[in-house]
């Protein structure tokens, strides 16, 4: 083992390229096997870190994956709601559909953060209902980091709906835990809702107006790395966003809208400040460079979150019941919502509820004097790695019913008859 260790050298920098490049050589084949299998490719890669740290406790190697982690969650989240606005159509027939997921994912996040708090209140030692409920609200969020590429083969309606209810989840969940977080930290004569609205507005006032400025001064600039530039601006207004408590993830949907939308936004005397050209241009370039980024900023988030795994936590009888009721009341939650909103075709959407990116980075979030100490993180792990399951066999019980149809359907023969010319009688 200690041969091992010292042929490993980490703080080498070809390692770390030789490791860097086969995770993602690994990652690719893992969304060609997710496409084949429904398995989600994020699951394969938490396997994945979950077994470098096996090998690397055997060859004696420590590191600490926290702070990597912390800082690719945030770049990753950004890529991911962007991919996922620029994919978005604004049209006046997807309003409702539109209204729908945004009811959906709001309903859901509440119901479900609000029953959560209640399961942890009650079973874990120190918790009072204010923590439980930010302790509930990561558990609770979608990941579109999970969703959005594993829904690949619904039909275009379903897999448009968990494209907006994920995004939306996203959103609203992190507005939610840091307004929690804000009421717990707040002084007594401190009015939260009534900043955390004002922030609200405020969000938004800067996200329209940064996204209309933005889309006119980069459609003139004409150099080869303006895209990058274009992601740092974006990268920079969020980082600022957060050191002010607004909601920077609104910059940037706002702006994947925005630029994927032009038709719905520039309008008018607007319309004419428009290149349409370069602005198509400039779209279809972010969007190439933005999935590219995704792609590669979600690989070595889940790789490192899986050696930051204690799988230990696992055997707990007491992780596995509260994580138990947890899942049991996201399942009947989500069925009532889904039932009344969407009608009686709601498989495989039903269980198509997982937690990943955004639970991991909220519940690392919490501030150390605020952390209870009875809370197991295996709870969290619990809930991702079951979300995610019950969500792979949904989507391959789905392809199979699809397949089944269509042999159904090839099997059934179709009669014809002989067509024959009318034949015109002369009137007598």
């Given at each position: 083992?200690?041969?091992?260790?010292?042929?490993?050298?980490?703080?080498?920098?070809?390692?770390?390229?030789?490791?860097?490049?086969?995770?993602?050589?690994?990652?690719?084949?893992?969304?060609?096997?997710?496409?084949?299998?429904?398995?989600?490719?994020?699951?394969?890669?938490?396997?994945?870190?979950?077994?470098?740290?096996?090998?690397?406790?055997?060859?004696?190697?420590?590191?600490?994956?926290?702070?990597?982690?912390?800082?690719?969650?945030?770049?990753?989240?950004?890529?991911?709601?962007?991919?996922?606005?620029?994919?978005?159509?604004?049209?006046?027939?997807?309003?409702?559909?539109?209204?729908?997921?945004?009811?959906?994912?709001?309903?859901?996040?509440?119901?479900?953060?609000?029953?959560?708090?209640?399961?942890?209140?009650?079973?874990?030692?120190?918790?009072?209902?204010?923590?439980?409920?930010?302790?509930?609200?990561?558990?609770?969020?979608?990941?579109?980091?999970?969703?959005?590429?594993?829904?690949?083969?619904?039909?275009?309606?379903?897999?448009?709906?968990?494209?907006?209810?994920?995004?939306?989840?996203?959103?609203?969940?992190?507005?939610?835990?840091?307004?929690?977080?804000?009421?717990?930290?707040?002084?007594?004569?401190?009015?939260?809702?009534?900043?955390?609205?004002?922030?609200?507005?405020?969000?938004?006032?800067?996200?329209?107006?940064?996204?209309?400025?933005?889309?006119?001064?980069?459609?003139?600039?004409s150099s080869h790395a303006k895209l990058f530039l274009l992601i740092s601006v974006l990268l920079l207004l969020y980082?600022?966003?957060?050191?002010?408590?607004?909601?920077?993830?609104?910059?940037?949907?706002?702006?994947?809208?925005?630029?994927?939308?032009?038709?719905?936004?520039?309008?008018?005397?607007?319309?004419?400040?428009?290149?349409?050209?370069?602005?198509?241009?400039?779209?279809?370039?972010?969007?190439?460079?933005?999935?590219?980024?995704?792609?590669?900023?979600?690989?070595?988030?889940?790789?490192?979150?899986?050696?930051?795994?204690?799988?230990?936590?696992?055997?707990?009888?007491?992780?596995?019941?509260?994580?138990?009721?947890?899942?049991?009341?996201?399942?009947?939650?989500?069925?009532?919502?889904?039932?009344?909103?969407?009608?009686?075709?709601?498989?495989?959407?039903?269980?198509?509820?997982?937690?990943?990116?955004?639970?991991?980075?909220?519940?690392?979030?919490?501030?150390?004097?605020?952390?209870?100490?009875g809370f197991d993180a295996g709870i969290l792990l619990f809930i991702i790695i079951a979300t995610s399951v019950v969500?792979?066999?949904?989507?391959?019980?789905?392809?199979?019913?699809?397949?089944?149809?269509?042999?159904?359907?090839?099997?059934?023969?179709?009669?014809?008859?002989?067509?024959?010319?009318?034949?015109?009688?002369?009137?007598?």
């Open positions: 083992m200690f041969y091992l260790s010292s042929m490993i050298d980490l703080s080498e920098e070809y390692t770390q390229i030789i490791l860097a490049s086969l995770v993602i050589i690994i990652s690719f084949f893992f969304g060609e096997v997710s496409k084949k299998t429904n398995i989600p490719s994020v699951l394969l890669l938490i396997i994945l870190g979950i077994l470098g740290k096996i090998a690397m406790e055997q060859a004696g190697i420590d590191i600490d994956p926290m702070p990597v982690l912390k800082a690719l969650g945030a770049i990753g989240l950004i890529m991911i709601v962007l991919e996922a606005a620029l994919e978005l159509e604004l049209k006046y027939e997807k309003l409702w559909p539109i209204l729908k997921a945004f009811g959906i994912a709001l309903v859901g996040l509440v119901a479900s953060t609000w029953i959560a708090a209640y399961i942890l209140h009650e079973n874990i030692d120190g918790m009072s209902m204010e923590m439980a409920w930010i302790y509930a609200t990561p558990l609770s969020v979608l990941s579109s980091a999970i969703i959005i590429p594993s829904v690949e083969s619904l039909s275009p309606i379903k897999k448009e709906f968990h494209v907006y209810e994920s995004t939306f989840s996203d959103i609203i969940g992190i507005m939610l835990f840091y307004f929690l977080l804000d009421k717990v930290q707040a002084a007594p004569d401190d009015n939260v809702v009534l900043g955390f609205f004002g922030n609200l507005g405020l969000t938004i006032v800067i996200s329209v107006v940064a996204s209309y400025v933005l889309i006119l001064i980069f459609q003139k600039i980082s600022l966003g957060k050191k002010i408590h607004l909601s920077p993830l609104i910059i940037i949907l706002t702006f994947g809208l925005t630029i994927g939308n032009v038709g719905v936004f520039f309008r008018g005397k607007l319309n004419a400040w428009l290149d349409k050209t370069k602005a198509k241009e400039l779209y279809e370039d972010l969007h190439i460079v933005t999935v590219e980024t995704a792609f590669v900023v979600r690989t070595f988030f889940f790789v490192i979150f899986g050696l930051s795994i204690s799988l230990a936590s696992l055997l707990s009888l007491k992780v596995a019941i509260i994580s138990g009721l947890i899942l049991l009341s996201i399942y009947i939650l989500r069925f009532i919502t889904l039932r009344l909103l969407l009608g009686k075709d709601i498989v495989p959407q039903l269980f198509i509820a997982p937690r990943g990116l955004i639970t991991v980075l909220l519940f690392y979030a919490i501030p150390e004097e605020l952390k209870i100490a969500m792979t066999f949904a989507l391959i019980y789905d392809k199979r019913r699809k397949g089944k149809a269509i042999d159904q359907a090839k099997g059934v023969e179709i009669g014809y008859s002989t067509w024959k010319a009318p034949v015109i009688e002369e009137e007598k």
